[in-house]
C-alpha cells in the first residue's frame, strides 16, 4: 500500500491573470477535482475586512482603492498559509503572486516542494471590463454567483451584492495596476517548462477542459504533477 503522498503526485499550482479572467472559478474546480486547497488571497483578504482583524482593517482602504497590499503582509499570510497539513501535497494559488517581490518570495517559500505549475490565464480587457460590472457575490459568505439572474446565494441563501470594487473607475485602476506590477510575472516566469497560457475567453467548461489538457501535457513532458 503506497502511502497518501505517492498516491496524490504534488501539484503546486499559480493561477496569473488579469481580474475578472476567471481565475478564481477555474481555481475553485481544479481544487474540488484534485483535493487541493484553493488559497485566495482576495478571498483571505475580504474575511480579514468582514471580521475587522488587524490585517482587514490596515488593508481596507486600499482594498476598496484596487491598489495592492504590502508584500510583506501578503508574504507572511502565504507563507503562514502553506505551512499548513492540508498544503503538503500541493495547492491552488489564487491572487498570488502580483509582484516579482512576492514571486520571488514564493520560489524560496515552495524550494524543495516540486515545481510551481503556472497558468496564466488570458482574456481581452473590454470583456474584463464587461465581466466585473455584471458580477455579484454573496454579501455573507463572499461566494461569486455563478448566474447573475439569481437574487440569492447558491450557497448560504444570503443576499447577493456588486463588489465595491468592481465599480468602473476601480476596475480601472485594477487593471493599471495589474498591468504596471504583475504582468512582468510573465516574464518572470515563461521560460520555465511549467509555464503555460490559457485563452480564458471562452465558456468556463472549455476553459477547464484547456487546462486539464495543459496540465495532462506538463505531465507528460515528464513535469512531474
Ligand atoms: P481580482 O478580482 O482583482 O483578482 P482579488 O479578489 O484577487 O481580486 O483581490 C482583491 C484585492 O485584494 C486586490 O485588489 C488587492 O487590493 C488585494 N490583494 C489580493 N491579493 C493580493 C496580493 N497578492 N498582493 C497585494 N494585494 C492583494
Known sequence: MGSPRESSPTLNLVMLGPPGAGKGTQAERISRTRRLPKISTGDILREAVHNRTPVGCAAREDMEAGRLIGDEVMIAIVRERLSQ?????GFVLDGF?????QASALDRIVDGRGPLVVLDI???E???????ASRRICGECGQNAAVDWLSVC???GGQLIARID????IVRERLGVYHRQTVPLVDYYSARPT????DGNLPPDVVT???????AEASARGVHL
Open 85 to 89: 497539513e492540508d498544503a503538503r501535497n
Open 122 to 124: 488570458v482574456v481581452p
Open 195 to 198: 509555464f503555460r497560457r490559457i
Open 97 to 101: 503572486p502580483r509582484t516579482i517581490t
Open 209 to 215: 477542459d484547456a487546462i486539464d489538457t495543459a496540465l
Open 126 to 132: 473590454e470583456v474584463l471590463v464587461r465581466r466585473l
Open 154 to 156: 447558491g450557497k448560504c
Open 166 to 169: 468592481d465599480g468602473t473607475e
